[in-house]
């Protein structure tokens, strides 16, 4: 039982920790310097970090995860229910799949590891038995099926849980009811009664794109200038316009019981031009991991960066059109360049140059480096 290891492996650690505080020549000086006693090991510089260098142009959203991660750390949450539940609301292609993914890989060195339910699969009520097993009667009901990942929503006595509901607003009234009573006590019993899945040691978040498509239509109609709107760029609104844009969208989907039930309602920025270019780069050092076992490493020349960011950004789809771009213009040709080059067990690793020159792309040895 992995999660009673924990347990005692984490009173252990408490108790020497404990007796070093109180024994020894330098008492003092241990007792002012130790650290709160907390069973939870995660360190939540690192993990912000890891966050802050994936995620680009977010600040608001990212200030959120630290003071939560700083509030579980210090385990101080109320224990009969879970420990941080979040909705993230904003248009698709901003980052708030991908926080949840980085923070399961900074948590649990896995990206994938946690639970995530896809809700536009539970659209209708009859689907409610998915979370919850079939009812008394009904084939598989003994069974206690669901398609929870229980192991990954209990997590363990030192690292929390993670779960993810995305796109919210397509779940049936039915499903959000039964989510109501797990934000409300953070216990869920599987119809059969014989299974119950504790999400009390669990972060649980919410994507949304309620309000989005009202925000970019609003945005449209202030916009003055035919050039922008045939470049697909609106003018960018004020937070507190957004906010109340998209809060008038949300109270008439979800329910106060639902939204008062949830720790931290979060709206992520629109990406703009300020943003581009980050993340672009961002993208393109996830490139350069990937590029390791071939020993190249690419840079972009001011010209690739200022097309990538004239065809790639489009508000309309975020980041994801960003990365069709990079994808059209860089990985394409890329792959095409290292399947063409001569191939040397002993070539070392070499700097490569992409520039946009004449309407392609092209690659040179950066043999400054060299």
Not at 135 to 146: L, Q, R
Not at 157 to 179: C, H, W
Not at 261 to 266: E, G, L, M, Q, W
Request: a neutral charge; hydrophobic letters at 40%; glycine letters at 4%.
């Amino acid at each position: 039982m992995p999660f009673v290891n924990d347990m005692l492996q984490s009173f252990a650690q408490q108790k020497i920790a404990k007796e070093e505080e109180n024994t020894g020549p330098n008492q003092s000086t241990k007792s002012s310097s130790a650290t709160v006693v907390t069973r939870f090991t995660f360190d939540v510089n690192k993990v912000m970090q890891h966050l802050k260098s994936h995620i680009a142009g977010q600040q608001e959203a990212l200030n959120a995860i630290e003071q939560m991660l700083r509030l579980v750390r210090a385990d101080i949450a109320d224990p009969s229910r879970p420990l941080y539940i979040a909705l993230f609301l904003g248009p698709t292609g901003v980052g708030k799949t991908e926080i949840v993914r980085l923070l399961a890989e900074a948590l649990h060195g896995n990206r994938e590891a946690f639970c995530r339910v896809d809700m536009n699969t539970l659209s209708q009520e009859h689907y409610a038995a998915s979370l919850t097993g079939a009812p008394p009667g009904y084939v598989g009901s003994k069974e206690g099926t669901t398609i929870l990942d229980k192991e990954k929503i209990v997590g363990s006595y030192r690292t929390p849980g993670i779960v993810l509901f995305d796109e919210m607003e397509k779940a049936s009234n039915t499903v959000l009811q039964t989510l109501l009573n797990v934000f409300d006590n953070g216990l869920m019993t599987v119809a059969s009664g014989q299974i119950t899945i504790n999400f009390r040691n669990s972060l649980i978040f919410m994507t949304s794109n309620i309000g989005a498509r009202e925000v970019q239509e609003y945005a449209r109609r202030k916009s003055h200038s035919k050039l922008r709107h045939f470049l697909r760029v609106t003018r960018p609104l004020s937070i507190e316009t957004t906010r109340k844009l998209i809060q008038e969208q949300l109270e008439t989907r979800l329910s106060p019981e639902f939204l008062n039930r949830v720790d931290d309602i979060i709206t992520f920025n629109w990406l703009d031009e300020t943003a581009v270019e980050d993340i672009i780069l961002l993208h393109i050092r996830q490139l350069n991991q990937r590029l390791l076992h071939h020993r190249v490493d690419i840079h972009l020349e001011p010209s690739m960066l200022a097309h990538l960011a004239e065809v790639g950004f489009d508000q309309r789809y975020g980041a994801r059109s960003l990365k069709r771009a990079i994808r059209r213009y860089v990985e394409v040709p890329l792959a095409k360049y290292l399947l063409s080059r001569s191939w040397e067990s002993e070539m070392p690793s070499e700097r490569v140059i992409v520039a946009w020159r004449n309407g392609d792309t092209h690659f040179r040895k950066d043999l400054q480096k060299e």
